[in-house]
């Protein structure tokens, strides 16, 4: 899949880098032991501009880890709602299995917003993939298929992969296919990747 | 709910008194900002014994979570799968909406194993719900009922109540209640709790 170049700016040279540096830090030691000035001096940028830019350490993981995920799993346009939910869900299932995937997986979840803080959209990569499944079902609508409510897709389809990602259990393609057409309902002949 | 008493030895004493207040600092602080000799100095003991029996302090964190959490949602017998599965996913969401519940829950998160682990069974706390699951399937088979796989459980009731509470979106008893329904199919008149 290509991707989209990069804008040639410093600003996004620097910024390329850092990510770059901040990714490959965790990589090695899990995010817990990555502080700014580590990936300012792998980045070879003052930590000052890194604490103007992002606040903290946590932040700038945070935006690093959204990127990755989302990389990871880009949407798919199938022409159809349930074999776009399976494409999807065995993509989002093979990144939380891959070596470089789970780090990131986890720098999510430890920056979720408090339980109690009420706004689902304050969770940053949370909100990259609810528009991930709004779009896949507005399409679906667009095409005049049926298709699930967007929150039953993240209780039943994101949730279990999730869910199984965080405690290590099996989460195959065999698994992903399954959550998907549990929400689409049996099948009727049409195509299914 | 009548609590089994504490055995009076002099060990159980310390042990609840250390988990009383490692459990007071979390809900002061935070599980990130609670240090052994904090809770050493709140519990009145010596930080070495602390070491001694349990390691570091998130080994002695995760034990009080997994210790609030059970303790939060015990096990309920109404004579029905439906029934049970109701109540028992009411009760976690509601702990996990309560103001005490949720950072027990992050310390949970926070300390299960890598995703790449592969055994589910040392998720720790996950073990208690695993546990309670199948003590509730196998009364379900006693009586005859159908039941589902326990890993639908997990997978549909369950991860779909901690997603929600992760990401701060909301869980009442409606939720818990649906998500028990879809695992039990279609109701056939059994009492509804």
């Known amino acids: 899949m290509p991707r989209t170049p990069r804008p040639g700016g410093r600003t996004a040279r620097t910024k390329a880098a850092v990510f770059e540096a901040a990714a490959e830090l965790v990589a090695e030691r899990g995010h817990e032991a990555v502080a700014m000035t580590d990936i300012a001096k792998r980045a070879r940028v003052a930590a000052t501009s890194l604490y103007r830019r992002w606040g903290d350490v946590r932040a700038l993981l945070l935006e690093v880890a959204v990127e990755k995920l989302a ?14 939910l399976r494409v999807w869900a065995r993509r989002i299932a093979a990144s939380l299995r891959a070596p470089g995937g789970s780090p990131f997986f986890r720098i999510m979840l430890a920056n979720a917003p408090p339980p109690d803080d009420g706004d689902m959209g304050r969770a940053t990569a949370l909100g990259s993939r609810l528009q991930q499944i709004a779009a896949m079902l507005d399409r679906a609508a667009a095409r005049g298929e049926a298709a699930p409510p967007l929150m039953d897709v993240i209780d039943h389809l994101l949730a279990p992969i999730y869910m199984r990602a965080l405690f290590g259990a099996p989460i195959g393609a065999a698994f992903a296919h399954d959550l998907a057409d549990r929400l689409c309902g049996p099948a009727k002949g049409d195509s299914q990747i």
Chains 1, 2 share one sequence.
């Open 71 to 84: 990389a990871d799993s880009p949407l798919p346009d199938t022409g159809s709602l349930r074999s776009d």
